[in-house]
């Protein structure tokens, strides 16, 4: 709730309620926090980009991937069933958040061609191939072991799902955490 402004106590049916009125109101100048804005987005943009740049998309692919995520997905989506869409977020998440996942893409790449060094040691290496690209260093490691590639690709997402209404039957206090999706 301190992160999102997301006002748990109306419950989750008056937030479904909520989404063609906060779409028809936004985009607006959000009061989310400077680390939140700043740091928070253009990481979770970077993700997406990631995701779809290790999997052979082009530059342009995986910039248009990362728009579409954060700005139809998330900002239009599931964020607007809470709160008004916001226009530092349409545009921060994915052009920085792009220009950030090429980076972590590019020094993957030179990571990886280093036969997976970085400034000579091969922990520091897998340590920054996992923060810039989780998803993709999980399963190639599991390919990796299995010595045929199994996963096909993979997504690595920090998610929150506010509680459900005591009234719903699959009731639950909701949770933030790390979601990945393999695909075989």
């Known amino acids: 709730e301190s992160v999102s402004k997301w006002d748990k106590s109306r ?10 009125e906060r779409v028809s109101e936004g985009p607006v100048i959000d009061e989310d926090s400077w680390a939140v804005n700043y740091i928070g987005h253009p990481v979770t943009g970077a993700l997406y980009y990631t995701v779809v740049r290790n999997q052979g998309f082009s530059r342009m692919e995986s910039f248009a991937f990362s728009f579409a995520m954060s700005t139809f997905f998330w900002e239009y989506g599931i964020e607007a069933f809470a709160e008004i869409p916001s226009i530092q ?11 950030m996942g090429e980076l972590f893409h590019l020094w993957g790449e030179k990571i990886e061609g280093n036969h997976g060094e970085l400034f000579g040691s091969r922990m520091l290496g897998k340590t920054a191939s996992v923060l810039m690209d989780p998803a993709g260093a999980f399963s190639n490691k599991i390919n990796q072991l299995l010595n045929h590639k199994v996963i096909k690709s993979s997504v690595f997402n920090l998610t ?25």
């Not at 419950?11 to 063609?20: D, I, R, T």
């Not at 977020?89 to 220009?99: E, K, N, Y």
């Open 11 to 20: 419950g989750f049916s008056a937030l479904a309620g909520q989404w063609k």
């Open 160 to 184: 929150n799902r506010p509680p459900l209404s005591p009234d719903d039957p699959n009731f639950d206090k909701g949770y933030t955490g790390l979601q990945l999706k393999m695909f075989f």
């Open 89 to 99: 977020d349409i545009i921060v998440t994915p052009i920085i958040g792009s220009l």
